[in-house]
């Protein structure tokens, strides 16, 4: 095996199988001055063998091996799904095999005798290709997922979210995450505990509503023995104890005003003095807050420092409601739909579809927390295969006899009052398919500029309108 040594880190690898020793020297001159570090072997087994300790970026494949044919080494990164640009060197009568490995997944062929100028421009090209493609792909992996760090929902404004955790968590910046009840915070704050190095180190959490204020300082800073009535042995607080990881403070803004300046004091230098004790104590902790409240608000009100709010308001983080995550509400149904009947020995698979209709167009006040606390309901109440509409508790149960037996056929007119009038209040779901048909109408069928006048995603209106569709095929 021959190597051409370049000891630039920025450097591609480029492996050449080719098994004419003379062709691969006038190859690997052709690229000398190109910024690759290229490797030659002229077997096939060493090819994979290469491929095997180090991956390369590209390969130069000659199809003519001694030991195999080059198409096997090709079937074997497609196989493998490696993320290596592969071009084909071929001989001027196998053209056909150039197909062949086209089909199989080459990025491009070299026909013998080529220039140096081909073969640069090819290998360049190739390896464009492949940089592209997996930024495509890390695209797809931003903004596709389902799923995240204990969050479920792929909705716009949940990628947003998933964005700014994978940017800010290996920070040490504080996080400041506010979001109505039930929106998930502190799956927030583990979130960016879990994605960030400091993910094997403790994460401690500290809920400032839940705790007596006379206990809180107590809770973060602890205390030793004899410090007050009670404490009849020393106490490790919340700070203490999240050494090294992350400290979670949730309902920050519930904090009385005296300890604000003591927290504020540790979030700059990082060291406090324990309830009762003389000794300062310095830690390494990375701060993450939360709140449901209008922290501006709370400042403007006197009943949060201005300081500590801008000592802790670094990276913002809010997370959306319930009733905008599009149909992040179904997946997170069907996952505690899934969870609860395991639990409960349940039979239950799914939701029919006029709950789901439910589901979608109910205000969900309580967010996340309300939705789960619904379908533990559901669950713990009854049994079957199906959730159907009987089964839904207040106040869903009120929307589901509001709804059409066919979502698609137009609702019967409604009856008249005394007065002989009829009444101008219409069901929400049929108000909304006259805005959207209206709004389709208007720019003649273009669903994506229909979205952006009815300020919604294009997605949701897509999947409103092919269900609108099927049930009125159905009917």
């Known amino acids: 095996m021959a190597t051409v040594s370049i000891t630039s880190a920025d450097r591609q690898r480029v492996l050449l199988v080719e098994d004419t020793t003379s062709l691969a020297r006038v190859y690997i001159e052709y690229l000398r001055r190109e910024p690759y570090d290229v490797t030659h072997v ?13 991956l390369p970026d590209a390969i130069l494949l000659d199809l003519a091996l001694p030991d195999m044919n080059g198409l096997e080494i090709l079937k074997h990164v497609q196989a493998q799904q490696l ?63 389902e799923q995240y760090f204990g969050f479920i929902g792929g909705s716009l404004p949940m990628q947003a979210v998933y964005r700014i ?3 800010a968590a290996a920070s040490r910046a504080t996080i400041f995450i506010s979001g109505e009840s039930g929106t998930g915070k502190e799956v927030c704050a583990q979130a960016i505990h879990q994605r960030s190095p400091r993910r094997d180190k403790p994460f401690v959490a500290i809920n400032c509503a839940a705790i007596p204020r006379d206990l809180m300082e107590s809770e973060i800073f602890g205390h030793v023995k004899g410090a007050f009535t009670g404490a009849v042995a020393e106490h490790q607080g919340a700070a203490s104890r999240a050494n090294g ?25 990082g060291s406090f003095v324990k309830v009762g004790g003389r ?58 739909l899934a969870a609860f009947a395991r639990e409960e020995g349940k039979r239950f698979a799914g939701f029919a ?15 996340v927390r309300q939705l789960e606390n619904v379908v533990r309901s559901i669950v713990v109440l009854n049994d079957g295969e199906t959730v159907t509409p009987a089964m839904l508790p207040p106040p ?11 979502a698609g056929q137009a609702a019967p007119p409604p009856a008249r009052t005394a007065g002989g009038a009829r009444p101008t209040v219409r069901p929400m779901w049929q108000v909304e398919r006259d805005a959207i048909e209206e709004a389709l109408r208007v720019t003649n069928g273009n669903v994506p500029r229909a979205a952006v006048l009815l300020e919604m995603s294009p997605s949701t209106l897509y999947r409103k309108k092919s269900l609108w569709e099927s049930q009125d095929k159905a009917g």
């Not at 300062?280 to 709010?309: H, I, Q, W």
Request: proline share 4%; aromatic share 6%.
């Open 245 to 269: 990881g992350t400290l979670f403070l949730d309902e920050i803004c519930e904090m009385d005003l005296d300890l604000q300046s003591k927290l504020l004091r540790f979030v700059q230098t």
């Open 83 to 145: 993320p290596i640009s592969v071009v084909v060197i071929t001989a001027h009568g196998s053209i056909s095999n150039a197909v062949e490995a086209m089909r199989a997944g080459s990025h491009d062929f070299l026909v013998k005798p080529f220039s140096a100028d081909r073969l640069i421009v090819t290998l360049r090209n190739a390896l464009e290709r492949q940089r592209l493609t997996r930024i495509v792909e890390t695209l797809k992996d931003d903004f596709g997922r």
């Open 279 to 336: 000794e300062t104590e310095k830690v390494d902790v990375r701060f993450v807050c939360a709140t449901n409240k209008d922290p501006l608000s709370e400042v403007a009100a006197g009943r949060f420092r201005e300081d500590l709010y801008y000592r802790l308001h670094v990276i913002p983080i809010e997370l959306p409601r319930l009733r905008a995550r599009e149909d992040d509400v179904i997946e997170i149904a069907r996952h505690f």
């Open 396 to 406: 869903l149960a009120e929307g589901a006899a509001a709804q059409p037996a066919h």
């Open 353 to 367: 579809p006029e709950v789901e209709a439910v589901l979608r167009h109910y205000g969900w006040p309580g967010n």
């Open 165 to 167: 955790i994978d940017s």
């Open 42 to 54: 002229e077997r096939g087994a060493d090819a994979l063998a290469a491929i095997e300790r180090q």
